[in-house]
C-alpha cells in the first residue's frame, strides 16, 4: 500500500456562511455544489486536486488561548502564487496576519473560527 495525496481537510466551523465568506470571499477558492446531504450544514471548497470540508458542528476545541502566531498551533498550510494580494486581501478584510518567522515568504493568519492558516508563496 502506497499513500498516494491528501483528498480534503476537514474544519470545523460555527457559520458555514461566514466561513464560506472567509475562503471564498477572501481566499477566492471555489464552493463546489456536489457536497451530499450529511445531515449537518457545511460546505466542500475546491482547492487544486483537493479539497476543503467546513463541518458546521460541536466544536470539540477550543477556539480561544491559542498562539498569535499561527505557525505555533495547528494550522493549514495552502500554496499562493502571489503574497502580496493575499495581504492586501486580508488588510482590506481587516483579518489579522503574521509574516512567517524563518524569513519564508509566508503568512499566518485564523479564520472566522480560529483554524490556523498558512499562506506560502511559490
Known sequence: MTLLSI????LVVEDTQRAIDFYHGVLGLTVCD?????GFVGAW??????Q???????????????????GRD??????VDD???????LQTSNIFFT?????????FCRDPDGNGIE???V
Open 7 to 10: 483528498h480534503h481537510v476537514s
Open 34 to 38: 456536489d457536497r451530499p446531504e450529511l
Open 119 to 121: 499562506l506560502i508563496q
Open 52 to 70: 476543503i470540508h467546513l463541518l458546521q458542528v460541536e466544536n470539540p476545541d477550543p477556539v480561544t488561548g491559542r498562539p498569535e502566531h499561527g
Open 74 to 79: 495547528r494550522h493549514l498550510a495552502m500554496t
Open 99 to 107: 509574516r512567517s518567522r524563518s524569513g519564508r515568504a509566508a503568512l
Open 45 to 50: 471548497l475546491q482547492i487544486g486536486e483537493q
Open 83 to 89: 503574497l502580496s494580494e493575499i495581504e492586501h486581501k
